[in-house]
């Protein structure tokens, strides 16, 4: 996100690139009145540059030739596909249900996966627009199992995912994931709901799962 200080450096490079520009082809300077609205200027920029990034960026009018990044906010519904065999009845499980909670802005993305069990948050990421003209959402997570399930049955673990995006407005997202575990499976993020959940069993309730 810009800061207010990287704003102003913008605008006074402007300034002093456009002076120095006239001043080089012999047009006439204007006075120091010229740069004393700058505080002002800086403001208003500040402003807009803060409600674009935060809500403007999503708007259809924006989108494709001015905004280039699909709009992925809400609460996702999540079916994960695990080849994890359990070593005590050498079969393996079956699809586990999640909720995936996205908030979004134009310059940033945060994912928070929630299971009965665990929950995970991404540590980075990344958003690009693939050849075929569908968007890909890449990244490395960090996965914190209930504190009474770690040294037991699970723990602290981080993985990878890339899915694609599907969609304007979008409304499917999918593809694989793999741990540091060994293991490796499938995600489909659907029914997106627009409302932000915290916990599991709130989103859960909702869903009527």
Same mark, same amino acid.
């Given at each position: ?17 456009? !002076?120095?520009? +006239?001043?080089?082809?012999? $047009?006439?300077?204007? @006075? ?6 700058? &505080? /002002? ?64 802005? !134009?310059?940033? +993305?945060?994912?928070?996966? $929630?299971?009965?069990? @665990? ?6 990421? &990344? /958003? ?67 409302? +932000? ?7 859960? @309730?909702?869903?009527?799962?």
């Amino acid at each position: 996100m810009l800061t207010r200080l990287h704003i102003s450096s913008f605008i006074a490079l402007t300034i002093a690139v456009w !002076l120095i520009a +006239l001043w080089v082809q012999g $047009m006439p300077v204007l @006075s120091v009145d010229f740069i004393k609205p700058f &505080s /002002i200027v800086v403001g208003a920029i500040t402003f807009f540059a803060m409600i674009f990034n935060k809500y403007a960026w999503s708007w259809g009018i924006f989108r494709g030739w001015y905004v280039n990044r699909p709009d992925l906010r809400g609460t996702w519904k999540v079916e994960l596909k695990s080849n994890w065999i359990n070593p005590e009845t050498n079969e393996g499980v079956p699809p586990i249900i999640a909720y995936a909670v996205i908030r979004q802005s !134009l310059t940033s +993305l945060s994912l928070r996966l $929630m299971t009965k069990e @665990s929950r995970s948050k991404l540590i980075a990421h &990344s /958003i690009e627009k693939e050849d075929d003209g569908l968007f890909r959402l890449a990244a490395i997570y960090r996965n914190e199992p209930k504190i009474e399930l770690q040294g037991d049955r699970s723990e602290i673990h981080h993985g990878s995912f890339s899915l694609d995006i599907h969609g304007t407005p979008v409304e499917l997202i999918e593809g694989h994931y793999w741990t540091d575990r060994g293991t490796k499976g499938s995600m489909k993020l659907t029914e997106k709901k627009s409302k +932000l959940f915290d916990t599991y069993e709130q989103a859960s @309730s909702n869903y009527g799962s």
